[in-house]
């Protein structure tokens, strides 16, 4: 490392910049806590005994949201072949910019669930992984796995479905969506948006069809919901009655002790 690039990465320490933050989910100012910068040129070729270069430039910074202090990584990259006249009077400056872990006003936040399963936490947040990194199709395929998932836990296998020869038990996920609504676990409303899931995962998987981020988000919001409703409810439900029993409880012990 030279003089003028250890100059450049100490004036880069403490420079603030307007970055989305992963945790806030919105701009917020962040510090530069450390950088290390790269550079280069390379040599393509010559024209009338001058050589033709190509220069470029890499900076990775350590950043630090000022506002939840959560650290990420901001990487720069610059490449005199990328710099160009957009009009008359505006030139692309060549940066191209990257945030890890990947965010935007386009990516989600993965949803703090109260309990979750393991398995099925994994498979929700590879899914969340997948969205965020534009990876639709895998997203698709997740959300449907999301659904295999919730029936492992519950034990559901199978389930009745209506075909033209009459009701069969089936041990497909369509048989298994209905197997959960048999069993009381979900809703007809839950049962209707599980099996829009399922439609969606199929035509990624088997159709190649490639999903658009508005739908796969309308679906992210509604498996969330099924989660929350599957999971949280029922766990806060438990342990709010608990809670109010004990006390009921303590007050019945305590009027006991009045009592001559």
Known sequence: MNSEDYDYESRQRGKKLKVECPECGKQKNHVVLE????RGREIVGSHDFDDIAVDWRVEHQI???GGCDTVSFRQVRWCSEYVQQISEDEWDSGEEVTLYPRRSSETRQEKSFYVLPHTVGRIYRETISCFNNGDFT??????RALIEGVCADRGV???????PKG???????????????????ISAGEEEAL???RFLGNSAVHELHLPKLKELSVAIDLAEQFLSGAYDRPQMTKELKTSREKAAASKKKAQS???P
Do not use: N
């Open 35 to 38: 950088c290390v910068e790269r």
């Open 63 to 65: 950043i630090q949201c």
């Open 138 to 143: 895998l997203c698709a395929a997740g959300l």
């Open 157 to 163: 296998k199978d389930g009745p479905v209506t075909t």
């Open 167 to 185: 009701i069969r038990r089936k041990t497909t996920l369509e048989g298994k969506i209905s197997g959960l609504r048999e069993a009381g676990f």
């Open 195 to 197: 099996h829009e899931h």
């Open 257 to 259: 002790r009045k009592q």
